[in-house]
């Protein structure tokens, strides 16, 4: 059985970062695009930002030139660097990832960290 496990979030100042962490375990063939999503309470979940297995990178308006995504494609584990955080990046953060496995390719999710920043 596949699963995300997330780690990393917590409380923050503004202006402060965060790393989180998302590993991914079971019986994995291959692993796709792996990204994080966030969702604020009263919002719809986003997408935050995404990469694919070769490294191409995607990231939300809001959060480019501050956030970077990486992977460790020998881990099985994505990252998510968080600098020059502000109020508005306070949510519930989400890894999210695309698994070819013994049960096919499906995407799966982490079960969420929160990311607090305030003062």
């Known amino acids: 059985q596949v699963q995300l496990v997330e780690s990393g979030g917590g409380l923050v100042q503004p202006g402060g970062f965060l790393r989180l962490s998302c590993a991914a375990s079971?019986?994995?063939?291959?692993?796709?695009?792996m990204g994080w999503y966030r969702q604020a309470p009263g919002k719809q979940r986003e997408l935050v930002a995404a990469i694919t297995s070769g490294g191409s990178t995607n990231y939300a308006d809001s959060v480019k030139g501050r956030f970077t995504i990486s992977r460790d494609n020998a881990k099985n584990t994505v990252y998510l660097q968080m600098n020059s955080l502000k109020p508005e990046d306070t949510a519930v953060y989400y890894c999210?990832?695309?698994?070819?496995?013994?049960?096919?390719?499906?995407?799966?999710w982490g079960q969420g960290t929160q990311v607090t920043v305030s003062s």
């Open positions: 999210n990832a695309d698994i070819a496995s013994m049960d096919g390719v499906r995407t799966h």
């Open positions: 079971g019986s994995i063939f291959r692993i796709n695009v």
